[in-house]
Structures are given as C-alpha cells and as structure tokens.
C-alpha cells in the first residue's frame, strides 16, 4: 500500500520560510517523479513543482526563485523549501507521486496545511 505522509506545515509570517518534507512507502521512490500541489480557498488545486528521479525540476511560475524541491532516494523523501512566503501562498500542499514530469498525480497524500499570515 502506497502511503505519501507529508509534514512540516504551519503558520508562517510573510516574507519568512518553511520546509515540507514528505515521506514515501509503499513504492519504489526512485522510479516515481515527485511532485507537491497546492489547493487555497476557492481555487483549483495546482502543481506546484516536481522533480524527476535525476533530478530534473519543474516549477510554477508564481513560486519559481522562491521555492525549491528535493528528494533524496535513499531516504525516500521529498522536500519543498518555500522562502519568501507570500500570502497568496496559504494552501494545504499535497505530496504526490506519478510517472508525467508534468503532472505526477498517480499517487496523493492528504495534505498539509501552510498558512502565510501575520
């Protein structure tokens, strides 16, 4: 059973940073490209950035130079460095696992919630 279990969400003032991380079984993690969505309040839910087995990344461009993913493959684990918060940015952000570099949707996990906010 595949279990994508994301953590490290919060309450963040703007302009400051947060790390998620998310930890994958259940699947051989090298073989997946990984990938964090994000759904806010009455907006559809969107990639946010993914990242491929080599490391190839792919971000939106509302977060790029701002955001960075990052797997490590032994651990299993995915990452997302969010600097700069904007609150715009508030969403519950959802690690996902999938074969498309472009939309890694095969597999969610249920989300965490950041909250950008002073």
């Known amino acids: 059973q595949v279990q994508l279990v994301e953590s490290g969400g919060g309450l963040v003032q703007p302009g400051g940073s947060l790390r998620l991380s998310c930890a994958a079984s259940?699947?051989?993690?090298?073989?997946?490209?990984m990938g964090w969505y994000r759904k806010a309040p009455g907006k559809e839910r969107d990639l946010v950035a993914a990242?491929?087995?080599?490391?190839?990344?792919n971000y939106a461009g509302s977060v790029k130079g701002r955001f960075t993913i990052s797997r490590d493959n032994a651990k299993g684990t995915v990452y997302l460095q969010m600097n700069s918060l904007k609150p715009e940015d508030t969403a519950v952000y959802y690690c996902?696992?999938?074969?498309?570099?472009?939309?890694?949707?095969?597999?969610w996990g249920k989300g965490t919630l950041v909250t950008v906010s002073s």
């Open positions: 996902t696992a999938g074969s498309s570099f472009w939309a890694p949707t095969r597999y």
């Open positions: 259940g699947l051989t993690f090298g073989s997946y490209v």
């Open positions: 990242i491929s087995s080599g490391g190839n990344t």
